[in-house]
């Protein structure tokens, strides 16, 4: 067309050469557009009968446009070079005055009107003949580098720096290579020898007692628990079976008998063991299992017995094939009386693996993940054992054969023998922080390389850039680096633990086993999601993070029942607390709450949406505290009012499950904020701290988003303010996407263990 007579005859028709490759670029006239553009035409009265024809031929659906034919008037378009052109009229007219003409007036007035009338975007229509000249805020965001990374992964592994380099060392040799086998024979075998190299290097007894073998230094073990994540959950669990539940329960639940016998063997793995509490009709209701251990006393032993299918101990992990001896928990009988759970050293196997007399032992075959463990079931058939294979730190049976105890009361007996295993409920959320991480340095990396479109004619633009994609994995970050101070805090308080704050311990390591193992699953699958197709495939990992860390939510108790159970320790330490104030203490509690209510409820603090306020972190922290009293208060008052009513109180608790759940995540949010603000706060190195400051406001904002509708519904927050502090979230998303490959690398997560094509540099 370009070349065709009636333009020879009048170039004045350039004009409208920008119009209809505009209109044709999409392969379809509709009869609107038709409609539109034959007014346009017929408007023009400058034009003769021959060539309003002409253009209107050029609009024939029946007759398109070769695509030779729109190359070619493309390539006379971008002659006339006019990229900062406003709209098609302008590239029009300076199409014409290239071949020396004016446009009128009037043609260019009825262009513009047709731009509006089909609804182009003028500046996006110029953008297509000169894509160069585009430069969007979207194609310019790039990974970049703020802060010292080395410093900030100081940071964040402490003092257990040179260890976790020990460790991170070891898993790149080639000993430790991914095996790829669906055979379980294989995964299982490979996993044992694992765990034997990392036992050769003291890695296994490093918590016990120097005097039997170990390192004593407690905080080592879950900082090898944590790196070892990095690399195969098989091998954890392995590990954590043997080393932790197996040799802690004799090393806490025993005496000095059972430390000289058994807890070097067990340290260096010549003695591979179980952990036998869970059965197949109680789990996380320990206190109700049936498995017995009745008392001998002319032959001064146990008979250790399953009563039913329903009382085996089933999942417990060394067992199928690996486990010579198991602590077992069973309800200790003497003389026909119950005494409740104690635990006792039972022999499964001989040397050369052969299953002893009277136990029973089935494989649990193949699981959704952690196929390199031998899970399995156990019964006992009356079993003899001696007396001394009893732990007897806080229960015994004595020479009289009495049952006797240094704690008198049945509940706090029982409590305190579990509450000495909750180490299994700090190892378990820092290996799921270990996966997590590994997670999303795949979907980050991936995401910042992976470019997917962009704006028309120009370069794709990295998915990492999209805000949609920002959304979904920068609070997930912010959350892993949240979860990461948090549990340093509990590992630490667990260590340094006095018997006084033991219940506190415990229900904090329970309220963050449960978030973050909860936080896991999330983060996992939307990792893999962002990863598309590529996440997918077996080689980039994160099936095997999901798959195996998937248990995590009910390994070591399930995450609701643990919620519950953190909610019951707040509701004792709130009842306590208000049954040791005095009246004019209640008058003050009172008054404090008033005084909250006038500060932090009033009109302009509810609708507050400065960003200084939003980003302030006493905003922060007030707000988080105020969510946890109200709900704690709440709960206390609802279940007085059903026992008060004559509500059975194991009714009126069945009756507020979903708002205890509620207490526990406040409490837990609280915490896990509290201490992150603590680390910004410690930081001194000024690019950190500025980067971390950034994540510990994404992490409050994120959840004030996810929990709106109570700040809205209990009046602390206003429509304005939930809407301000979404768009602040947004902000703060785009601005840490710059810092998100960078606060990756601060994991130091080995390239060996993240083994995944498209996490890979270059």
Excluded at 185 to 208: D, N, P
Aim: glycine fraction near 6%; charge should be neutral.
């Amino acid at each position: 067309m370009i070349h065709s007579l009636p333009l020879q005859k009048n170039p004045d028709l350039l004009v409208f050469v920008p119009l209809l490759f505009t209109v044709w670029s999409d392969d379809v006239l509709t009869p609107t557009e038709i409609s539109a553009l034959h007014t346009l035409i017929k408007k023009q009265t400058w034009l003769t009968e021959e060539e309003h024809e002409f253009l209107i031929t050029q609009l024939n659906p029946s007759n398109p446009p070769s695509a030779e034919d729109l190359k070619s008037w493309l390539k006379e378009i971008r002659k006339a070079n006019v990229s900062q052109a406003a709209n098609l009229a302008a590239v029009g007219n300076a199409l014409a005055a290239s071949s020396g003409r004016v446009v009128r007036p009037e043609a260019q007035i009825a262009l513009i009107g047709v731009e509006e009338t089909l609804g182009l975007i003028p500046q996006e229509v110029v953008f297509t003949f000169y894509p160069e000249s585009r430069k969007s805020l979207t194609q310019g965001q790039v990974t970049q580098h703020n802060f010292d990374v080395d410093l900030l992964a100081k940071q964040l592994d402490g003092d257990q720096a040179p260890l976790i380099a020990k460790v991170k060392k070891i898993l790149c040799d080639p000993e430790f290579t991914y095996l790829d086998t669906d055979n379980l024979t294989e995964q299982r075998e490979k996993v044992l020898q694992w765990a034997k190299h990392l036992a050769k290097q003291g890695f296994g007894s490093i918590a016990y007692p120097k005097s039997y073998g170990g390192g004593g230094d407690m905080a080592a073990y879950f900082s090898i628990m944590e790196t070892l994540s990095y690399h195969d959950l098989s091998l954890v669990i392995k590990f954590g079976v043997q080393f932790g539940l197996w040799g802690m329960s004799v090393y806490f639940l025993g005496t000095e008998k059972h430390h000289q016998k058994y807890l070097k063997d067990i340290g260096t793995l010549a003695l591979p063991g179980c952990f036998a509490m869970t059965e197949t009709n109680h789990g996380s209701n320990v206190r109700g299992i049936e498995t017995t251990a009745t008392y001998n006393h002319q032959q001064k032993t146990f008979a250790i017995h399953t009563p039913n299918v329903a009382a085996q101990k089933e999942y417990i992990g060394n067992a199928a094939l690996h486990g010579e001896m198991a602590t077992v928990f069973a309800k200790l009988i003497i003389d026909g009386k119950d005494y409740g759970v104690s635990a006792f050293v039972v022999s499964l196997r001989d040397k050369q693996g052969k299953i002893l007399p009277g136990i029973t032992i089935e494989d649990c075959g193949r699981k959704m993940g952690l196929n390199g463990v031998d899970n399995g079931k156990i019964s006992f058939n009356n079993v003899v054992i001696p007396k001394e294979n009893m732990l007897d730190r806080f229960a015994s049976v004595n020479d009289e054969g009495n049952f006797s105890s240094p704690i008198s009361s049945d509940n706090r007996r029982f409590f305190t023998m579990l509450g000495t295993l909750v180490g299994g409920r700090i190892g378990i959320p820092r290996s799921a922080l270990a996966t997590t991480k590994s997670g999303l340095t795949i979907a980050i990396r991936y995401g910042d390389k992976r470019r997917q479109f962009g704006p028309e004619g120009a370069e794709e633009v990295p998915i990492l850039n999209y805000r949609t994609h920002q959304r979904r994995l920068m609070p997930l970050l912010a959350n892993a680096y949240a979860m990461h101070f948090s549990l340093q805090y509990l590992t630490d308080r667990f260590i340094k633990r006095t018997e006084e704050e033991m219940q506190e311990i415990e229900a904090l390591a329970a309220g963050l086993k449960a978030f973050g193992t909860w936080t896991n699953t999330q983060t996992l699958q939307e990792c893999r999601e962002c990863c598309g197709g590529k996440g997918y495939l077996s080689e980039n990992r994160i099936d095997a993070l999901k798959n195996d860390s998937d248990i995590y939510t009910t390994f070591e108790g399930d995450n609701t029942v643990l919620m519950q159970l953190v909610a019951k320790s707040r509701l004792t330490e709130f009842k306590q607390e208000f049954s040791n104030m005095n009246v004019f203490r209640i008058l003050n509690y009172v008054a404090d709450q008033a005084k909250t209510s006038l500060s932090e409820m009033n009109p302009f603090v509810i609708r507050n949406t400065d960003d200084e306020h939003l980003l302030d972190p006493e905003f922060h922290i007030s707000a988080f505290r105020f969510r946890e009293r109200d709900i704690l208060t709440s709960a206390a008052k609802r279940l007085k009012r059903h026992l008060d009513s004559g509500m059975d109180s194991f009714d009126a608790f069945n009756v507020c499950q979903h708002h205890l759940v509620e207490v526990g995540f406040a409490y837990v949010e609280r915490i896990i904020l509290e201490q992150f603000q603590l680390a910004v706060e410690q930081t001194k190195d000024e690019g950190c701290k500025k980067v971390l400051s950034k994540l510990c406001a994404l992490f409050a904002l994120s959840q004030f988003d996810k929990h709106k509708g109570w700040y809205l519904e209990n009046g602390y927050m206003e429509g304005v303010k939930t809407k301000a502090i979404r768009k602040q979230l947004n902000q703060l998303c785009w601005e840490v996407r710059q810092d998100a490959v960078p606060l990756t690398d601060a994991f130091k997560i080995p390239e060996a263990c993240l083994s995944a094509p498209i996490a890979r540099r270059g």
